[in-house]
């Protein structure tokens, strides 16, 4: 009742309050338990806020251990796409990594300002295909040091049980991050809705397993590509 007084200055009235002045009170002061016991609620039991702050932790480990080199873990990742694909296209570098197109582009400029990929000509200006440089080989092979060691820190911060739930958590959720940001991409782009079937995002609490949605996903990144 004591930090209420200021907005309800009838509780210092001497005089007995009224019926309309009592329904007030106690509304203030129910409203304020509920939100008391819905916040301490949120703050319990929260999976977004937990997830961020693992976001936080976790890449500033690769990012510290990567910084004598001047690098940083989305650019490590980026490199390995790129010596995996040989030609890496944009399209298919944010599908992997579940980047956006502003994003990776911001990197790529950046690496290759730096002289460690370079832009491959092609009749697409749009695509700008991408390769790595045998700077950029030298500089993957001299971090591999750098990455074991963050990602032994990390196991160590996360122990084998978190390691192995955070793995099937990437197994269960990818293919439904993917799509989802492949469908805020054609938005972007203003093209309507995409030309993907609505199987292809699992509604909540749909029951598929890891499994079965991987299949689509990969089923409708090779129509996609055809």
């Not at 910084?67 to 989305?74: A, Q």
């Not at 790595?132 to 500089?139: C, F, W």
């Not at 309507?192 to 499994?211: D, E, K, Y």
Request: with cysteine; proline share 7%.
């Amino acid at each position: 009742m004591k930090g209420m007084t200021s907005r309800a200055p009838f509780l210092h009235k001497s005089k007995p309050l009224t019926t309309s002045e009592v329904v007030y009170a106690y509304t203030r002061i129910a409203l304020r338990i509920s939100s008391e016991k819905t916040a301490d609620h949120i703050a319990r039991s929260c999976l977004a806020v937990r997830v961020r702050m693992l976001n936080h932790v976790l890449p500033n480990l690769y990012d510290e251990a990567l910084r004598p080199l001047g690098l940083k873990v989305s650019q490590l990742n980026i490199f390995v796409v790129a010596a995996k694909l040989g030609l890496a296209r944009p399209a298919e570098v944010c599908d992997l990594l579940l980047l956006d197109p502003s994003t990776l582009s911001r990197n790529v400029q950046r690496m290759q300002a730096h002289g460690w990929l370079e832009v491959v000509p092609d009749p697409n200006r749009r695509a700008q295909p991408f390769r790595i440089t045998a700077s950029g080989r030298a500089l993957l092979k001299r971090a591999t040091p750098f990455w074991e060691q963050a990602q032994q820190q990390a196991a160590d911060l996360l122990g084998d049980e978190g390691v192995r739930v955070l793995s099937q958590i990437e197994k269960q959720f990818w293919p439904w991050a993917s799509a989802c940001r492949r469908e805020r991409a054609v938005l972007k782009l203003g093209q309507g809705s995409s030309t993907r079937p609505a199987s292809a995002v699992p509604p909540h609490g749909s029951g598929r397993s890891p499994a079965r949605s991987l299949a689509e996903a990969q089923r409708i990144r090779r129509a996609d590509r055809s």
